[in-house]
């Protein structure tokens, strides 16, 4: 959703006296939350290692669910000045170091778990496969905002609305597997 909205997120967490600037800026702040997946990787892969990989996925989902919904919440550039574009930087690394312990973590815990040998592949492709989904799902959403809200509502709260609906969808996903894992 970062991605999508970059237009707005810019116009919000950056002075306007450069447009192309500001989006370039909220650009490389999308890319440090990459950036910070593989240090994800290494401290839940270490932490799983240690304490399993149910505290794991508990972990990773809030802290991805926390830093989605403070992201959506977070007030710009207008009333904290610098620190709001470095509170969202800190809010994407957090992301991306959650989403480094996610994605290989259940990975594993799915190659791990399974009883058929023969179909490890298959079920990480699932895996994989969801996450596509929750991109195109995310576009969606994009569109249908888009569409039903104008530029001015878009930048003054419509950007908000994917990350709110994100941290909601952490939650319950968080409750899903405390029930399933």
């Not at 500001?22 to 999308?30: K, N, R, V, W």
């Not at 799915?110 to 023969?118: I, P, R, V």
């Not at 298959?122 to 929750?134: D, E, K, N, Q, S």
Request: net charge positive; with cysteine; glycine share 12%.
């Amino acid at each position: 959703m970062y991605a999508l909205f970059a237009p707005y997120i810019s116009e919000v967490f950056f002075p306007n006296d450069d447009k192309i600037t500001a989006l370039l800026m909220t650009f490389g702040i999308f890319a440090i939350g990459y950036f910070a997946r593989p240090l994800g990787g290494i401290v839940f892969g270490f932490i799983g290692d240690k304490l399993g990989r149910r505290y794991t996925f508990s972990v990773s989902i809030l802290l991805m669910a926390c830093c989605t919904l403070l992201i959506g919440l977070l007030p710009g550039y207008s009333h904290l000045g610098i620190l709001a574009p470095i509170l969202l930087t800190l809010l994407r690394i957090i992301q991306g170091v959650s989403l480094g312990g996610e994605i290989p973590g259940s990975s594993i815990f799915t190659a791990e778990h399974l009883f058929d040998k023969n179909k490890r592949g298959f079920a990480v492709g699932i895996i994989f496969m969801c996450i596509t989904l929750g991109n195109v799902l995310g576009g969606l959403t994009g569109a249908v905002l888009t569409h039903h809200f104008n530029q001015s509502q878009m930048i003054s709260w419509g950007w908000r609305i994917p990350f709110m609906i994100g941290f909601i969808a952490g939650i319950v996903s968080f409750f899903l597997r405390k029930k399933t894992i």
